[in-house]
């Protein structure tokens, strides 16, 4: 898997408006779908998957969300990247009681089901280094998230 063949530009959205995080997941979702990356199902799918399986991951200072649901769902593997000017609320992976503030999420759907285990691993891997979720925080725009993604992301992909 090539990060080139998954990370789109149209797909980073770098200044959503979410209330909480199932409205993010609703906006970000709806997105691949429009864009026909994913099945209508898919919509529902990454709702139902959050709520039984959540995604936050609790790292030191800067948090994120990276959810995903199975690969029936989806039509062309891709990932979906947003940042949300305000913290929503998303509990922690494996520990679905802890609360931790997320303003940055990393959504994926894989058409590969076997291949889900590796992106993920991955993308925990990237978004362990504090510096890589400050930059994407910070980012001037969806064009510097794209560049910050593809480069570490990528990197991460390619040693995997």
Known sequence: ??????????????????????????IMAEKLYSLGYVKESYIQAI?????????????EDLKIAIPHTDAD?????????????????FSVMGDPDQKIPVRLISMFALKEKKKIGDLLETLITTYQDNNVLKALLN?????????????????????S
Request: proline share 5%.
């Open 139 to 159: 980012a001037e725009d969806d064009t510097a998230i794209y560049n910050i993604l593809y480069d570490n992301v990528g990197k991460n992909l390619k040693a």
């Open 1 to 26: 898997m090539k990060i080139e063949d998954i990370l789109k530009a149209e797909c980073i959205l770098g200044n959503i408006e979410a209330p909480s995080k199932e409205a993010a997941l609703k």
């Open 73 to 89: 769902h989806v039509n062309q593997s891709v990932i979906c990247f947003a940042r949300l000017p305000e913290d929503v609320e």
């Open 47 to 59: 709702q139902d998957r959050e709520a039984n399986y959540p995604s936050g991951l609790p790292m």
